[in-house]
C-alpha cells in the first residue's frame, strides 16, 4: 500500500474511530449512533484486504473498541452492541494473530468465552441472543484457526513464523491456569451446539472439533469426553428438534467433533502410551502383564483438571462408548450424501484407531460402512468399498477385521430364518443387504490376498463344510412363496396360440412373492443377496447349488420349491447371468470356469427329467406323505393378527396341542422354478446348450401350452431366453432348427409305454411358433399324427389333440398359399357366368325361343385372302399323330401339385374317417380341415374327397351339436366360393332343404328360449354368443356365398329372397341384420328385379299381385332401401 493510500485509508477510519471512542461510554442516547458506528467500522474492515493491515493500524482500530469493554460493565451494553464489537474483533483478528500480544489474546478470548458462557464479570450469569454468541465464537475461530506457510509469506513473513506463532499460541492455551478456561470454553460451546439455530450450530462444532484437535491437552479430553459423546449423537439424530431430521453439514460436524475425541481420548497409541492398555515388547512384558492387571498404576496427570487413563477407566469409558455409538444406526439412513460421507471417515478412522480399545464396537462400525455400500448414492457407495477395502489390506489388524467379517456373514445368514419368521421386513433387508455389501468389497478389483480370503470364506461357507445342512433347513422352513394371482406379461401364450407371432421381443420372467416378506424392498434385497453369495464365493458355491436342487427335486411342497429358488439365485450369480434382463448374454469379456459349465449341463439334464414323471406318481406323494429329516424347525414363532385369547394368556382352561405346521403343495410355482433353471444353465453355456434340446425343448413348449398363467408365462419367457442365450434371431428360427429333436420328444410321449396327453397340445404350438417354415417339415408331422391315429383311435381326447395338430398344419399351409400366391391352385372359370342370357324384354325373349335348343357355331366370314387353308406339309397317316382323345387328354393335363398340396391331399383322405367320430369336437375339426384344405387343393384332388364325404357332410347339418352344423355350414360357403360350378346341384337339392328345416327348428327354439328378443319383428336372440344366433349367422353368410359362386336356380332363388326377409329388420342383432344386407346385395348382383320386388312388395304396396309379400311387422324399410341403393348404385 503506498503512504496516500494509507493516509486516506487512516482519514477514513479516523472519521469513524474518534466519534466511537468519544461516545465509548454507553447511554440510552448515544447507543444508536454508536450502534451506526460500529456498522461502517465493520463494513469498512471487510472491504479492506486482511494482508494490508498494519500493526499499528490494527492497534488504532483495536482502541475504541476496547473502551466500549472497559468503560461499561457487561450488563450495560446491548446485545447488538457487542455482537458488532465481536464481529469486528474477529475481523481484526484475520491479520492481528501474528503480531497480537499474548496478554491481549487471553484477553479477547476470555471474553468471548464469558459471552458464550453467558458468564458476567462478577460471575454472574446473563444469558447472550443467539446472534452475539455466533459472533463471539466466530472471534474464537479466528484466533485460533492455524495460518499456513503461505499466508505468512503473502505478509512478507518467514515461512517458519506460522509454525512458531501457532505452537506458542498452542503453549498459552495448554499452560495449567488457562486449562479451565478451555474445559469452560468446550462446556459453553456444547450448549449452543445444540441450537436450532443452524449458522450458531455449524460454528460451534467448527470450534470444537478446532479446540479438541490443536488445544485441548491430551490428559483434558478423556475428561469432557462423556459430555462431547453425549451431546454430539444428540445434535447427529435431532435429539429434541421439532424438525424431526438434522441437517447434512450438521451430522458432519457433530460426528467429527466425536472422531476427534475419541480418537484422542480413547485411541490405541495413546491408551498403550499412558499404560491404560498392556504393551508387549518383549517376553518380559508378557509375564508381568497378570501382576500389571493387579496392581493398576495411578497415573498422575499435568493438571487437577485432567483425567488418568487406566484399565478400569477404559473399560468403563468404552463401554459407554459403545452404547452411544450404537445410537448413530439412523444416520445409514440420512438423505443427504454430505452426513453419509462423515459417517464413512467417523467409521473409518475408527475402526483404524481404536482396534485394541474398542474390539466390541468394530463389527458395528463395520456394519455402517457394509450398509453405506449399498447407498443409493454412487459416489456414497464407492467411498465407503474403498474404505472397506483399504481396512481389509493395508490394516494392521486386517486378519481380525477379516474373521470378523466371516464371522458378520455366518449371523447374519443364520439371523435370517427368524427375522423371516416373524415378518420383520426392516430387519430382513438389513441382514440381506450387510451380507450383499460384504460379497461386494470381495467382488471389489484387486487381487489383494485380504479380498481373495473373503471370497474364500464365502466359498467354504457354502461348500461342502459350510453346514449347508444345518442352516440351509431353518431357511427352507420359513421361505414360502405365494404364486401371484395375477400374471402381467406383454406376451401370453394364449396371445401367440390366436394370432400367430412368432417373432416376440423381451419377455421378463413373473415375480413370486414371499408369504412373510411383504416390501418389495426386502424381497429384492434377498434375491440381490443368493446372487451375490453365488457370484463370491466362486465355484466352491456348487455344492450349495447341487444341495438345493436336491432337495427341490424330492417333492413339490413348500420347502422344495423354496430350495429350487434359492439353487436358481445362487447359481444366477455364479454363472454371472441375469433373468431380469440380457445384458449378461452379450457380454462377452465374461469368463466361467469349466468346472461351473459341466455342473450346468448336468443340472439342465437332471431338471428336464423331472416332466418324465407321470402325473401319477405326483398323486402318489401326495396321498402318502413322507417326512423329510429336519422337519422340525429350531425356534418356533407364532405371528398372529387380532386379539389374544384370554384363556390361553390366563391358561384357564387346558391349553390344546400344538397344531403340526401345514406344509402346502406348490406344483405350479416348482415347475415354474424348475424353467427358471433351465433359463439359467442356457445363459451360462450359452451356444454350448444347443447339445441340450433334445432334452430341454420339450419342457419349455409343454409349459408354454399349460393353462396356469404363471407357468405360460415363465415358459413364453424361457424360451426367449434361451433364444437370446444361444444367439437365434428368433424362437422361430431356434424351433425350426432342432424341430427333429422337438418332434422325436414329442413323439416318444405318444406311445403306449409313455402317454402324455399334453403332447399334442406342444405338437401344436411348435407348428405355429415355427410358422410356415413348417410345410417343409409338415410331412414328418402329419406321418407321425397319423400313426398315433391308427395306434389311439378310440381315444377322444388323444384323437381330438392329433386333428387340431393337422388343423394347426393346414392353417399354416393356408397362410403360406395366400402369402403366396402364385402356389395356389388353378381354378377354371366358371361356365355359369359364361352361359347365362338376360332376357330384359319380350323382344329379346321371342328372339331366343326359336333358337334356344340350337348349339351357336360362329361361322369365320372374313376373307383373308389367297392363305392356306391346311396345314403345310404331307398328310399325316392314319396312327402318325395322337387321337382326338389323347390331344383332349393332354389338353386337360394339370402342373404337378407342390409338396403343400400333396399334404394337404393326404390329410384330407385320411381323415374323412372320423367326420362320423362319436366325440363331437372331433367331428368339427374334421369340417374344419376340410374348410382348409379348399383353398389350397387343385379342384382334381378335392372334389373326388368332398364327393366321397358329401354325405356325411349332408349328416352333420342334421348334427345335434350346433358348432357342428355352423361348421358343415362354414364349410358349403367355402365349397361355393372356390367350386360353386361342382356344388350347383349338391347346394339346391341337398343343402337348400336342410337349411329350411334348420330354419324352422331355430323359430320353433326361439319361442321357447328366454333369452330370444321380444318384439314384432325379433329373430334370434339378445345375446351374440347363443348357439342360435352363430348358427343364424352362420346360414346367412353360407348363402351369400351361394350367391356369390353358384349359378341360381329359379325356385330355390325365389324361395331364399323371401325366407331370409325378416332379418332385415330393425329389431333383428346388428350383425345378423349386416349379414342379411350383404346376403342381398350378392343375390341383387344376379337379379337385381327379383330382389327389388321381393322387398319392395314386403314393405310397400306394389300391386294386388303382390299384396301377400307385404309384412310390416318386420319394419324392414330402412335396410331394404340401403340394399336397393346399393345395388342401383
Known amino acids: 500500500m503506498t503512504s496516500t493510500e494509507g493516509q486516506a485509508q487512516f482519514q477514513r477510519f479516523k472519521a469513524i474511530c474518534v466519534p466511537i471512542l468519544s461516545s465509548s461510554k454507553l447511554t440510552p442516547s448515544t447507543i444508536p449512533a454508536i450502534s451506526s458506528l460500529l456498522s461502517q467500522l465493520i463494513q469498512g474492515l471487510r472491504d479492506l484486504d486482511p494482508v494490508t493491515l498494519t500493526p499499528s493500524f490494527i492497534s488504532y482500530v483495536f482502541f475504541p473498541l476496547s473502551s466500549i469493554l472497559q468503560r461499561n460493565l457487561s450488563s450495560e451494553i446491548p446485545d447488538q452492541i457487542l455482537e458488532k464489537v465481536l464481529i469486528a474483533l474477529g475481523i481484526l483478528s484475520e491479520n492481528w494473530w501474528w503480531t497480537c500480544e499474548l496478554k491481549i489474546f487471553e484477553q479477547v478470548f476470555m471474553l468471548c468465552g464469558a459471552v458464550v458462557g453467558g458468564l458476567e464479570s462478577k460471575g454472574k450469569e446473563r444469558a447472550r441472543d443467539e446472534e452475539t454468541k455466533e459472533a463471539a465464537i466466530r472471534c474464537i475461530l479466528s484466533l485460533l484457526y492455524k495460518r499456513t506457510p503461505e499466508d505468512a509469506t503473502a505478509r512478507s513473513l518467514p515461512a517458519s513464523k506460522a509454525e512458531a506463532r501457532a505452537q506458542e499460541i498452542q503453549n498459552l492455551l495448554r499452560s495449567p491456569k488457562f486449562v479451565p478456561i478451555i474445559g469452560q470454553t468446550i462446556d459453553s460451546v456444547l450448549g449452543t451446539a445444540a441450537s436450532s439455530r443452524l449458522s450458531l450450530q455449524q460454528s460451534s462444532l467448527d470450534l470444537l472439533a478446532l479446540i479438541l484437535e490443536s488445544y485441548a491437552p491430551e490428559d483434558l479430553i478423556p475428561t469432557v469426553l462423556p459430555g462431547v459423546a453425549s451431546t454430539m449423537t444428540k445434535v447427529a439424530l435431532g435429539v429434541g428438534s421439532s424438525k424431526g431430521w438434522t441437517n447434512g453439514l450438521t451430522v458432519a460436524g457433530a460426528l467429527k467433533v466425536l472422531r476427534i475425541a475419541i480418537v484422542k481420548a480413547v485411541g490405541d497409541d495413546v491408551c498403550m502410551k499412558e499404560g491404560a492398555l498392556p504393551k508387549f515388547e518383549d517376553l518380559e512384558d508378557l509375564a508381568n502383564f497378570s501382576k500389571s492387571e493387579e496392581a493398576e498404576p495411578s497415573l498422575p496427570t499435568s493438571t487437577k483438571y485432567g483425567t488418568a487413563r487406566t484399565p478400569s477407566w477404559l473399560r468403563g469409558t468404552t463401554s459407554q462408548l459403545h ?56 459416489k456414497v457407495r464407492g467411498v465407503a468399498l474403498q474404505s472397506l477395502r483399504d481396512l481389509l489390506s493395508s490394516s494392521s489388524r486386517s486378519v481380525d477385521l477379516l474373521q470378523m467379517v466371516m464371522q458378520m456373514t455366518s449371523q447374519n445368514l443364520a439371523s435370517l430364518p427368524r427375522f423371516l419368521a416373524s415378518q420383520s421386513d426392516a430387519k430382513t433387508q438389513h441382514v440381506a443387504e450387510m451380507v450383499i455389501a460384504i460379497c461386494r468389497v470381495a467382488l471389489l478389483p484387486d487381487d489383494g490376498p485380504a479380498l481373495t480370503s473373503i471370497s474364500k470364506a464365502i466359498g467354504k461357507l457354502l461348500g461342502p463344510s459350510g453346514g449347508i445342512e444345518k442352516w440351509g433347513w431353518s431357511l427352507l422352513s420359513v421361505l414360502e412363496f405365494m404364486e401371484p394371482s395375477v400374471t402381467i406379461a406383454h406376451t401370453s401364450a394364449e396371445h401367440l396360440m390366436l394370432e400367430n407371432n412368432q417373432n416376440i421381443a423381451w419377455v421378463p420372467f413373473p415375480e413370486l412373492s414371499l408369504k412373510n416378506v411383504s416390501s418389495r424392498d426386502a424381497k429384492r434385497s434377498l434375491e440381490e443377496m443368493f446372487c451375490a453369495l453365488g457370484e463370491a464365493g466362486g465355484d466352491p458355491c456348487l455344492f450349495s447349488v447341487e444341495w438345493f436342487t436336491e432337495v427341490g427335486r424330492a417333492g413339490t411342497r413348500s420347502r422344495n420349491v423354496a430350495a429350487m429358488w434359492c439353487a436358481c439365485r445362487l447359481l444366477e450369480g455364479l454363472g454371472k447371468v441375469s433373468l431380469m434382463s440380457d445384458t449378461y448374454l452379450n457380454d462377452t469379456m465374461i469368463r466361467r470356469s469349466k468346472r461351473v459349465e459341466k455342473r450346468s449341463r448336468e443340472l439342465a439334464r437332471t431338471i428336464t427329467e423331472l416332466w418324465d414323471k407321470s402325473d401319477f406318481n405326483d398323486l402318489a406323494s401326495e396321498a402318502q406323505p413322507e417326512a423329510q429329516g429336519n422337519e422340525d424347525l429350531d425356534f418356533n414363532v407364532q405371528h398372529q ?489
Request: glycine share 6%.
Open 323 to 378: 452404547m452411544a455409538i450404537n445410537t448413530l444406526n439412523p444416520l445409514v439412513k440420512h438423505p443427504t450424501p454430505s452426513a453419509l460421507y462423515a459417517l464413512v471417515d467417523f467409521s473409518s478412522e475408527i475402526i483404524a484407531t481404536t482396534a485394541l480399545t474398542l474390539p466390541h464396537t468394530q463389527p458395528l462400525l463395520i456394519s455402517f460402512l457394509l450398509s453405506l455400500s449399498n447407498s443409493e448414492y454412487p
Open 641 to 1129: 393378527k387380532g386379539l389374544v385369547p384370554l384363556h390361553e394368556t390366563l391358561q384357564i382352561f387346558q391349553s390344546r396341542s400344538t397344531k403340526e405346521q401345514k406344509i402346502t403343495d406348490q406344483p405350479i410355482i416348482h415347475r415354474g422354478l424348475c424353467l427358471q433353471l433351465i433359463a439359467i444353465t442356457a445363459g451360462i453355456l450359452q451356444s454350448r446348450f444347443n447339445s441340450l434340446f433334445i432334452f430341454a425343448l420339450y419342457p419349455i413348449l409343454h409349459s408354454i401350452v399349460s393353462p396356469a398363467p404363471f407357468i405360460s408365462s415363465t415358459g413364453l419367457a424361457t424360451l426367449n431366453y434361451v433364444t437370446i442365450a444361444t444367439s437365434y434371431a428368433s424362437p422361430s428360427n431356434l424351433l425350426l432348427s432342432n424341430f427333429d429333436y422337438a418332434l422325436d420328444s414329442v413323439s416318444r410321449r405318444l406311445t403306449r409305454r409313455w402317454l402324455d396327453i399334453d403332447a399334442t397340445k406342444v405338437l401344436v404350438i411348435l407348428v405355429r411358433l415355427v410358422g410356415p417354415e413348417v410345410v417343409a417339415k409338415a410331412g414328418d408331422v402329419v406321418e407321425e399324427c397319423f400313426d398315433r391315429l391308427d395306434a389311439f383311435h378310440g381315444y377322444g381326447i388323444i384323437v381330438d389333440g392329433l386333428i387340431e395338430v393337422l388343423t394347426e398344419v393346414l392353417n399354416v399351409i393356408e397362410i403360406d398359399v395366400k402369402a403366396n400366391l402364385g402356389s395356389g391352385p388353378k381354378r377354371e372359370k366358371r361356365p355359369d357366368s359364361e352361359g347365362l342370357v338376360r332376357l330384359k324384354t319380350l323382344d329379346t325373349l321371342f328372339q331366343w325361343l326359336p333358337a334356344r335348343n340350337v348349339g351357336y357355331t360362329e361361322e369365320e366370314t372374313t376373307n383373308y385372302g389367297p392363305a392356306p387353308r391346311e396345314a403345310w406339309g404331307p398328310p399325316e397317316e392314319e396312327g402318325d399323330g395322337p387321337t382326338i382323345a389323347e390331344a383332349r387328354q393332354g389338353k386337360a393335363e394339370e402342373a404337378p401339385p407342390t409338396p403343400s398340396q400333396s399334404l394337404t391331399k393326404q390329410i384330407i383322405a385320411r381323415s374323412l374317417y372320423f367326420l362320423t367320430h362319436d366325440s363331437p369336437v372331433i367331428r368339427a375339426r374334421i369340417l374344419l380341415l376340410l374348410s382348409l384344405a379348399v383353398p389350397v387343393l387343385p379342384e382334381s384332388a378335392l372334389l373326388p374327397s368332398i364327393h366321397d364325404a358329401w354325405p356325411f357332410i349332408l349328416n352333420r347339418l342334421k348334427d345335434p351339436e350346433t358348432f357342428i352344423v355352423a361348421a358343415a355350414a362354414n364349410l358349403v360357403d367355402v365349397l361355393v366360393t372356390h367350386v360353386g360350378s361342382f356344388m350347383y346341384r349338391k347346394v339346391w337339392d341337398d343343402v337348400w332343404p336342410r337349411f329350411l328345416a334348420i330354419l324352422k327348428q331355430l323359430e320353433l327354439g326361439d319361442r321357447a328360449s328366454a333369452l330370444s328378443r321380444r318384439g314384432r319383428s325379433a329373430v334370434g336372440t339378445e345375446s351374440a354368443y347363443t348357439h342360435s344366433h352363430r348358427l343364424y349367422r352362420s346360414l346367412l353368410r353360407s348363402m351369400t356365398g351361394v350367391m356369390q359362386g353358384v349359378h341360381p336356380h329359379e325356385p330355390s332363388y325365389w324361395d331364399c329372397l323371401v325366407l331370409l326377409r325378416r332379418f332385415l329388420g330393425q329389431d333383428v342383432q346388428e350383425e345378423l341384420q349386416t349379414c342379411a344386407k350383404e346376403f342381398y346385395v350378392a343375390a341383387g348382383k344376379r337379379n337385381s328385379d327379383a330382389v327389388w320386388l321381393v322387398l319392395e312388395g314386403t314393405f310397400d304396396d306394389i300391386g294386388i299381385s303382390m299384396k301377400f309379400m307385404c309384412e310390416d311387422r318386420w319394419r324392414i324399410e330402412p335396410n331394404a332401401r340401403e340394399v336397393i341403393g346399393q345395388l342401383e348404385g
